[in-house]
């Protein structure tokens, strides 16, 4: 398994992902804004890995942040929240990282300000443990529906490097490795960040699963070519209904699943999922800038003059999905009746029901 | 406009293509060695310019090789023919163009040899001025069915940069644009080569026309949030149903297009229909060395052991496109009974009727 993220005595650690596969770079996070610096740089990527890096940052300030008193602490961890926030706007684990951590100060804000440190920065490791824990129940979960031979297509980075375990959709994969079922991977290669050839490519290798790397516009003659039978992916932001913000080019591969009858699943933990959102059009999609598209490596491949349109994420319909492979089990349709309903048996604390 | 490849006193010149956007630079073809590997690299591109490249390779060598005889003339051309034929698999305008001028050999293969190098000179090029006027009748074809304000997406390079004239897809915006229509174009940057990013945004920025680069994965969400109203792009072959061989990712295109309700237009010249091809199957499609996919300009960007698949192109069904813009009129369904028709009231000797 590799360490994504991790805090040990109140230090946290990343792999700076823009290196990989070329490095492997170990960073300490010292400050907020050091970590919302390496979320929007995506140095730490992927939904649940940035809401346990959120937590974490919140979690390190809590115990080490000079104060006052109480009320200077609340301030400070309210303002870090917020600075969080700010940083990316599309995968809501970040909001609800950020929210968990400002509950559990809520809820014990009676008590004595070195408690408080503790147990925030307890909740933090928490999260951490349950990102870990829902993990592997996904890919338990994801591996009923894998057969001997399945040739699955994925897209981006929804691996160990997008979670403290073993990933949401490639948590699917490695399950099914483990249990013995020989599978073919085709992974695209995810432009313009190239997650898919950077860090999927790079994990399954090492997984031992039999991997193929293509570019995203080959998806489709690829399923047709090579009889890929489901395409597995992971999630930023969950609707209601299903809709579901994925890395740009997922609504692509909905669609092709469609003409091709085969199934999308997309992967995610309960985290993942927005009850307040009734749909997929409420779901703020980032925009990045366009020097992603009009440079590689510091070296123009677009003339200056052009536009560009660069959105991080793109909405795929509930409609275009089989289904969601959680921690709490399959989600199959109708999804408006079957999300909330399976969330809501969720404890209310948000924490995982074991 | 862009001089592509010209040929002047049996000097031939192309531009490098690999080396755009950054530097234009001129190289002088010599051989048929020199031809067939500035195909096979791309240096020169796009099934209409392939088949002039060819033409005129064989042209310079018909006017210029040493030949003990008539015979010894004969064996090298036929040789010449041969060994470009094999530069690269699926544009068949490289056949139909080689196969043109041993046609014109055959046919006067009882004149002195002198008029034989002369004439074989001239039928390049006639080739390429034809292939010029070509282009010129498909802008007039297409631009009857643009509408002003149309959002245009389009997919690798089908400009002037990929025939002699004013390019195939291209040619329709260009003659859209002369004509005072206020139109949008989104260019997919089409992996692994980039001909989207690197040539297509370079001509049509040039032209004057607005442009947005995007990446190939964006093309769906494009589709829904920019009200893409068509989908234009060139074609490598086509077979006698409408089955189109074209750059990897059209396929991806014609189920969008399906899915979005919006019509997928092929624009070819006449010289890319096969009529001995009865569907897309029996089209061979060219791989590429998966180092396109895991090196960018040198450098790596996925991991040495993962495997590839880089098909240059793919087959996208006749049913999945709306029409064919071509120099002889817009082909429209039934491809089956439409495309032989039309194109066997093309002059039998493959010249343009005019």
């Known amino acids: 398994m590799i360490d994504t993220i991790k805090m040990k005595d109140g230090v946290i650690t990343i792999i700076d992902q823009t290196r990989l596969p070329g490095k492997m770079v170990m960073k300490k996070i010292r400050t907020i804004q050091d970590m919302a610096h390496a979320i929007r740089q995506l140095e730490v990527r992927g939904a649940p890995a940035i809401g346990v890096a ?16 109480k009320d200077d602490f609340i301030g400070q961890f309210s303002s870090a929240a917020r600075e ?3 940083s990316r706007p599309t995968a809501v684990n970040l909001f609800w990282a950020t929210g ?22 307890k909740e933090a490791l928490d999260i951490y443990d349950e990102d870990y824990e829902m993990s592997r129940r996904m890919g338990e979960t994801g591996n009923k529906l894998i057969r001997k031979g399945d040739v699955i297509l994925t897209h981006c980075n929804a691996g160990g490097l997008a979670t403290s375990g073993l990933g949401t ?13 020989d599978i073919t991977v085709y992974a695209d290669e995810t432009r313009p960040l190239l997650q898919g050839a950077r860090l999927t490519t790079l994990e399954l290798t090492r997984a031992g699963i039999r991997t193929f790397l293509i570019s995203d516009n080959m998806a489709a003659f ?19 209904n299903g809709d579901t913000a994925n890395k740009i080019g997922t609504l ?3 669609i092709l699943a469609q003409y091709y009858g085969i199934p999308l699943y997309v992967t995610a933990p309960s985290s993942t999922f927005d009850l307040s959102m009734a749909s997929g059009a409420s779901i703020p ?10 440079f590689f490596n510091g070296r123009r491949i677009a003339p200056e003059e052009v536009g560009t349109y660069n959105p991080a994420f793109d909405i795929t319909s509930g409609e275009l999905i089989a289904g969601f492979i ?14 909330p309903r399976i969330l809501k048996e969720h404890s209310k604390n948000g924490k995982l029901a074991r």
């Open 54 to 69: 959120a937590a974490f940052a919140l979690g390190r300030l809590a115990k080490t942040v000079r104060a006052r008193n």
């Open 84 to 86: 969080l926030n700010a």
């Open 326 to 339: 959680t921690e709490r089990g399959l989600i199959s349709k109708p999804f408006k009746k079957n999300i």
């Open 169 to 181: 959709a490639l948590a699917v994969m490695y399950a099914a490795k483990k249990s013995g079922k």
């Open 285 to 294: 999609v980032e925009e990045r800038p366009g020097t992603e598209l009009k």
């Open 100 to 121: 968990r951590m400002e509950k559990a100060l809520k809820r014990n804000a009676a008590l004595d300000l070195d408690k408080i440190r503790e147990l925030l920065y």
């Open 252 to 254: 692509n591969l909905g």
């Open 222 to 240: 690829a399923i047709h070519t090579k009889k890929i039978s489901k395409i597995i992916v992971g999630a930023d932001r969950i609707a209601r």
